[in-house]
């Protein structure tokens, strides 16, 4: 299995608290994203990250910001928790680039359960 | 926004049938597609890439149909450990490119 860490696993916050869900890899890839799952929707790509300091938005990205200062990890952070922000997230890191001409191979970590009261 | 559509299921299936899925995409410059499998409260994990018609590994077979823009996956002799949601997925556009998942498609295998 691909060495993805995530942390926290669960956390239970209030409105309006800030929130940062880190992701470490030890696989040196180069790319890194978040995901988040809710029902009723598929996978949705919150922010991306082709580098170090070098990041971009997804689908998804209002509300959250993230970082990436080493390449072994990938920072999201809710400025201020919403109950929309429940939900459930996946880091990932892929060796190559994914997309149209690319590769589709992505290797998720465990997953981050985040509920906001 | 692109789309992957697919059928959520559930498919309920006794040990040993064969069970096909179907998944539609709209992004007509997509050259590979890709099938996932997710056991409950757990992560994606790719089962299946699909390049240009078909791709087949052991009991599985993914096959592409660009012309109606479908993608099939088709699970022989079915496994209780097969049991699983199976998530479509599809390239999308744009200068970095990114993938678009399904909703998934929930196969439960019977005793």
């Known amino acids: 299995d691909a060495g993805i860490t995530q942390s926290p696993r669960h956390k239970v916050t209030e409105t309006g608290t800030p929130v940062t869900l880190r992701c470490h890899q030890t696989?040196?890839?180069?790319?890194m994203y978040w995901y988040r799952q809710d029902p009723g929707h598929g996978l949705r790509l919150i922010h991306y990250s082709y580098g170090v300091k070098d990041t971009d938005k997804g689908e998804v990205s209002d509300g959250y910001s993230v970082s990436r200062s080493k390449t072994e990890d990938f920072l999201l952070t809710l400025e201020s928790a919403t109950s929309s922000q429940t939900s459930v997230y996946f880091c990932a890191i892929s060796e190559y680039r994914t997309g149209t001409g690319g590769s589709g191979e992505l290797f998720f970590g465990e997953g981050s359960r985040l509920t906001v009261l | 926004r692109k789309e992957v559509e697919q059928d959520p299921g559930p498919f309920n299936v006794p040990e040993g049938a064969t069970v096909a899925f179907n998944c539609t995409y709209s992004n007509s410059a997509s050259q590979s597609f890709f099938w996932y499998r997710q056991d409950c409260r757990k992560e994606p994990k790719l089962l299946m890439s699909?390049?240009?018609s078909g791709n087949e590994d052991g009991r599985f077979t993914a096959q592409l149909n660009r012309a109606s823009q479908y993608i099939s996956l088709l699970i022989r002799d079915s496994k209780l450990s097969d049991s699983a949601t199976y998530l479509c997925?599809?390239?999308?556009?744009?200068?970095?490119?990114?993938?678009?998942f399904g909703k998934g498609t929930k196969l439960s295998v019977k005793p």
């Open positions: 699909v390049y240009s």
């Open positions: 696989e040196n890839h180069r790319y």
């Open positions: 997925v599809s390239p999308w556009g744009g200068s970095q490119g990114n993938l678009i």
